[in-house]
């Protein structure tokens, strides 16, 4: 393969590999000659071939495998969430809603107005900002803080990374992570470095390995880590500031998905004197995962970057859709609503998890729509045992952000929507897989 990469400074030699990967001669998966080995065939410097294949890493063309070498990027496929498509069997790892918890619109749809919204009207709602800026405000205490509305959580923190990184740099992920995070991430171009979580939250040794590494952003999850379930301490949370007081310019992206669901107090990585952050919480797991509408709190300066992402007339949030959540969120009725399903997943977690204990299965009480299920073999042979009794589970695996790690001992399930004799046939199943 060196021998058809030509070149001689890196950019010739980038092209050249470019060129190869074009017309299909260099093949996703493929791995490139050692710098060492490709710099002698061409006669030049050994930086020179480093610095070729950091252009191309940057292009997102190529990664680093370390030990086993730099290789032809492709289209990485990453686990989605949600339903899994064309299966019969009962799939228990969705990490969806409850379709009859979420709030009926049909009742706000008549309130919202008839107005219509021009070319070069702000980008967000009035009314929304007024009562966002109330709602975050008392978990941002001491902040000048600017609200911006985008496309639910996932449109936030990819728009937050793109105003504030460039590809190749690093960014903190809690480990096991979010699915979005994980692909939002790796399509940006972005490295990733874990940061280990624990039964307090993502952990201060973790992140302060994390902050020596370089990185210019930090996403965490505050509340109903995904998959875990776990909510920051407020020890846990001080700490991790008093960590962070030291990197003040270093980008922190809080992703409080549960927000109005959660049964645990809101504690935040932002210590009062942080100067990047953004505070993210989307409608989706109490109005639906299709109003894809979240508020973005962030510092001024982030905010101004952010603006420019969100052009009216090309990529702004509907104001009908501003409007209908506005009207939801100031609805006391739907507000007990959301209030009634927080304690409605609580609940049924909690007494999915207790059974689960009583029989000798670890399964800590979380906050959130699932459980993350401990077993002493590794979980995909749980799952697959699970399959064959009609249950498709969602092992840990496709959680982990270093795809050379150890095969996970955990499932992630989403039980709250199951009737009383499902949930009796699943616990006994569970019982059976992991014996």
Known sequence: MSEQIRGTTAAEIADSVRALRDRGTLRPGEVL???????????????????AY?????????HSRGRAGTVVAGLDVVPQEGYAPDTVLRDIGTGNPDPARIPDP???????????VLYGEPVIDRG???????????????????????????DAVERLLAQALMRDDAVALEDPCFLASIHTVRLG???????????????????????????????CTPRAQNPTGVSLSPARAEALRGVLADHP??????????????????ESLIGPEHRRFALVRSVSKFLGPDMCLALAATDPETAERLAMRLSPGTTWVSHLLQRLTLAQ???PDVREEIAEAGRHYAARNAAFAGRLRAEGIDAPDPD??????????????????????????RTGDDFALDERAEPSHHLRLTVHDLSEDDTETLIADLVAAGR
Do not use: C
Not at 385 to 392: A, D, E, I, K, S
């Open 128 to 154: 929304l900002e007024a009562w966002a800026r109330e709602w975050m405000g008392a978990d941002l205490p001491g902040h000048d803080f600017r609200v911006t509305v985008t496309s639910g959580a996932v």
């Open 368 to 393: 959130g729509l699932s459980l993350w299920v401990g077993f002493e073999k590794p979980a995909r042979t749980v799952a697959d045992h699970l399959m064959r009794r009609g249950w498709l589970a």
């Open 249 to 266: 310019y270093v980008l922190v992206i809080e992703d409080d998905h549960f927000s109005l669901l959660s049964q645990r107090p809101y």
């Open 329 to 331: 969120l100031t609805d």
């Open 106 to 116: 049909s009742q706000a749809l008549g309130t919202i107005g008839r107005r219509p």
């Open 189 to 219: 171009g972005y490295r990733a470095i874990t940061v280990p979580v624990d039964e307090e939250g993502m952990t201060v040794d973790g992140l302060r390995a994390a902050l020596d590494a370089g990185v210019r952003a930090v996403i």
């Open 33 to 51: 000659p050692p710098v060492r080995e490709l710099a002698a065939t061409l006669g030049v410097n050994r930086n020179t071939a480093v610095a």
């Open 54 to 62: 950091r252009q191309l890493a940057q292009a997102g063309l190529v």
